[in-house]
């Protein structure tokens, strides 16, 4: 099964919830890659998927957000790129086990791009190219590439799996609030982004991390408004604080509910939780869903 066969059998698709601020909470020290874990701490990894899949994730992503040569040069990690992505893909397919799709996770390159900075878009489109072939090699079911803070950056990464032939690929890029409405740091808006990542071939968009619920609300829904494309979206739960020494998400799994109550009635069809959302929050997404739908069949 693909995501259009999936979209054809379900109003709405779950995706997974954080992964690195999981790793965290179960013991991953600050400073330590979280890609670094599909080598050291595997069956971590695996739990994760499997928790996730099991409150009702219909796609989990692997844990290769930071696993481009250029973030695991900063780890010492770039001679184990091959392993880590490879290794990723194996864990999620492992627990997806037919019963779940596996994303392929891009982030981004975590330097400047020209003009900005030292890397030229051809290295940049190299370095994404080389990942994302890695994930479609292990078997990988579509390509996310998200928290894009750069829409120019985005579309390398975008042109780069056009390039290496993946069927489906997802851009979620995020946003700041400001006076004028969600805008990217570099200042595209929600509609701009859609309409730009549209004609240049991405079969699914959206937005992810960010500020907490409410400015993804304002995202969704101009987004939702511009698209022709799917759309999805995986909010931050809130903005972090420091409480007993531990990093705390203020936005509970039953906030998240009403949160994803008002993605169903704007018609958003992929629905998921970056920083700080937890299996939890997938499972009273889960029971939304299930209740919204079963509502109008009756």
Known sequence: MNVAELLKEKTAILFDGANGTEYQRRGLETGLSPESWNLSNAPMVEKIHLEYISAGSM???TNTFGANRKRLEASGLENKLKEINSTAADLALSAANGNALVAGSVGPLGALIEPYGDISKDEARRIFQE?????LDAGVHLI???TMMSLEEALLALEAGRYEGAKTIAVTM???PTPEGPRTPFGESPSQVVQTLERMGATIVGSNCGRGFDVMRAVAKEMKS????PVLVQ????IPTFKEKTIFYPENPEQYAEFVKDMLSLGV????GCCGTTAEHIAAAKKVVQRVFAALKT
């Open 59 to 61: 796609i989990v992503e």
């Open 131 to 135: 990942q994302i072939r890695l994930l």
């Open 144 to 146: 996310a590439i998200e």
């Open 174 to 176: 995020t946003f700041e």
């Open 226 to 229: 511009a698209a022709k494309v």
């Open 235 to 238: 909010p931050n739960a809130g």
């Open 269 to 272: 069809e992929l629905i998921g």
